[in-house]
């Protein structure tokens, strides 16, 4: 069974860093592409970043390009967004997601994200 | 960047109502259209990819169709489990949801 565990989230200051996590099971991390995608509090889903297999080939959404990196670790079946000079605007949960080509076809659970001083 | 617009934003009906969401495209978008249903403080579970083609365990009351810049999903019978919001999400260039349709008890 495919699954995906998001971490990292919490409250953070206007201008801070965070890094969230992504624990991956159930299949073969390093054969997938993956996803974070984002979504404030009763507002809809924004895809932000996208990542390949092996880590070559990387996009963002124009709202987080420059601020967010998008990383993975295929020894640790691990995804990673870290998050920098964070913004009231990026309250939201963060999902990270499967790619399977370019569907994404599975979801984590998610984890909260809350920028305010 | 290709928008997506979905419609209703909100619909009203009753167990056992047929119901339409409709999705477009700003832009051609072939059939690469999904359909997710999202119930609150869960992820979104996907229904329908590739426009028509429903994902294992789906209940076959969920449809789809469309190609190009118009979709649509339908749900034959809703059923109490139903009453949630849907997005459409198209994954032809990069990734791009619609607003979400919320379907409420009438």
């Known amino acids: 069974e495919v699954q995906l565990v998001e971490s990292g989230g919490g409250l953070i200051q206007p201008g801070g860093s965070l890094r969230l996590s992504c624990a991956a099971s159930?299949?073969?991390?390093?054969?997938?592409?993956m996803n974070w995608v984002r979504q404030a509090p009763g507002k809809g889903l924004e895809w932000i970043s996208y990542?390949?297999?092996?880590?070559?080939?990387?996009y963002y959404a124009n709202s987080v390009k420059g601020r967010f990196t998008i990383s993975r670790d295929n020894a640790k079946n691990s995804l990673y967004l870290q998050m920098n000079s964070l913004r009231d605007e990026d309250t939201a949960v963060y999902y990270c997601?499967?790619?399977?080509?370019?569907?994404?076809?599975?979801w984590g659970q998610g984890t909260l994200v809350i920028v305010s001083s | 960047d290709i928008q997506m617009t979905q419609s209703p934003s909100t619909l009203s009906a009753s167990v056992g109502d047929r119901v339409t969401i409709t999705c477009r495209a700003s832009q051609s978008i072939s059939q690469w259209l999904a359909w997710y249903q999202q119930k609150p403080g869960k992820a979104p579970k996907l229904l329908i990819y590739k426009a028509s083609s429903l994902e294992s365990g789906v209940p076959p009351r969920f449809s789809g169709s469309g190609s190009g810049t118009e979709f649509t999903l339908t749900i034959s019978s809703l059923q109490p489990d139903d009453f949630t919001t849907y997005y459409c999400?198209?994954?032809?260039?990069?990734?791009?949801f619609g607003q979400g349709t919320k379907v409420e008890i009438k």
């Open positions: 990542i390949s297999s092996n880590s070559i080939t990387t």
């Open positions: 997601a499967r790619d399977t080509s370019s569907l994404i076809q599975h």
């Open positions: 159930g299949f073969t991390f390093s054969t997938y592409s």
């Open positions: 999400q198209q994954y032809y260039s990069f990734w791009t």
